[in-house]
């Protein structure tokens, strides 16, 4: 088993749509979970970072996380062409590594 | 801007050349990253330097040898690489390692673009 698992995707969604993105992981030991974006041809960008079980909102997009599950998934609201990239999910392990998965393209259609 | 600078954004090299990339950050962070990502594989960790001293090695071959003169710049020196050694090196730091209890925002650099002919 894979410790961070992404869907590949492509993901296609209408400009204007909620566009869900999810992650799972392996070690249940894990504090920390990260949503990187990655535009073709550039580096990770960091959008957001989430401890507590639970949603956090910054702007349209929200994180999500579910310890019990084991589960972190990322909506952005109001999809824009913009938002077309690769988004990697990474995870502070019981270790303090930080694992990445193989990201998830979202293409969002106008 | 990230405030993580890299250098050469792309590099050819021959498998006989030897060649160095450069990475340096305004951010003050103590931990710097070295990292290799390749088509449809997950980033791969190659070195972790904090405060100047190698904490991590992640079993990277000789071929590629870090250095680290300070806590702002980081070099990567390369030297009889292979072809499937091809692909994008990004360089990141944090505040600090997680071998002292950090290393969980980490901001990347764009990264280099290397091919090996």
């Known amino acids: 088993q894979k410790e961070v698992e992404q869907n590949s995707g492509p993901l296609s969604v209408p400009e204007g749509a909620i566009a869900s993105l999810n992650c799972t992981y392996s070690d249940r030991g894990s504090q920390s979970f990260f949503w990187y974006r990655q535009y073709s041809g550039k580096s990770p960008e960091l959008i957001m970072f989430i401890y507590s079980n639970g949603d956090k909102e910054d702007g349209r997009f929200t994180a999500q996380l579910n310890k019990a599950s084991q589960y972190v998934s990322l909506l952005i609201r109001d999809s824009q062409p913009s938002d077309s990239a690769t988004y990697l999910c990474a995870v502070n392990s019981a270790t303090n590594k930080l694992i990445f998965g193989t990201g998830t393209l979202l293409a969002v259609q106008p | 801007e990230t405030g993580v600078t890299q250098t050469p954004r792309h590099l050819v090299m021959g498998m006989t050349n030897k060649k160095s990339l450069k990475c340096e950050q305004h951010?003050?962070?103590?931990?710097m990253y070295w990292y290799k990502q390749s088509a449809k594989k997950p980033l791969e960790l190659m070195f972790v330097y904090s405060l100047e001293e190698r904490v991590e090695n992640n079993s990277v071959p000789s071929r590629f040898s870090p250095e680290c003169p300070n806590s702002s710049h980081l070099f990567l020196h390369l030297h009889t690489l292979q072809p499937e050694d091809s692909a994008l090196y990004l360089c990141?730091?944090?505040?600090?390692?997680?071998?002292?209890?950090?290393?969980?925002?980490?901001?990347f650099g764009p990264g280099t673009r290397l091919l090996v002919l």
């Open positions: 990141a730091s944090s505040q600090d390692s997680w071998h002292v209890g950090g290393g969980e925002t980490q901001y």
């Open positions: 951010l003050g962070h103590n931990a």
